[in-house]
């Protein structure tokens, strides 16, 4: 397994492990107005195309396993020594330990070299995978809104 920047022929294949991922933890049914679900907002393959397209040497990094993306991550800075992952998720069928920190990790080093000394995470408060996955990485619970679509933010400095 490696990790590379992920690229626009990626995009698919990043939609389908987050919607898989998502629909396993929520349902798919957390709302975020006008009818949409997060999983079709969040996901939507046109939005992830110019995500991206638009990225930088910050961004989306996929793993790769016998030429397929088994795990995907986006990230980038969030304040002069801040950065964040937004979304970090592997196919069902591939440990989150191993692809998941493969992508985690080349996301920290981009950060670090970037400037930042802390790391942002947030994850659904019963996604017990995910919290543990950042606990095992060193973040920890700073707020949590366990109501109807609430969310867990975490931080750790790297």
Known sequence: MFVRTA?????????????????????????VGEGDTVSETRFD????????????????????DDDAVVA????????DESGEVFSLHAHPDVQLTDAGTAVLQTITAQQVVAGARE????????????LSFFSEHGFEVVSEDTG???????VRRI
Do not use: K, M, N
């Open 148 to 154: 109807s679509g609430g969310a867990i933010r975490l």
């Open 119 to 130: 790391q942002y995470a947030t994850c659904l408060p019963h996604d017990d995978e995910a």
């Open 7 to 31: 690229r626009e022929t990626d995009v698919s294949d990043i939609a389908h492990i987050f919607t898989s991922r998502w629909g396993d933890v929520a349902g798919g049914a957390v709302s």
């Open 45 to 64: 393959v046109t939005r992830l195309q110019r995500d991206i397209r638009q990225a930088d040497e910050h961004g989306w990094v996929v793993a790769v």
């Open 72 to 79: 995907a991550a986006g990230g980038d800075l969030v304040g």
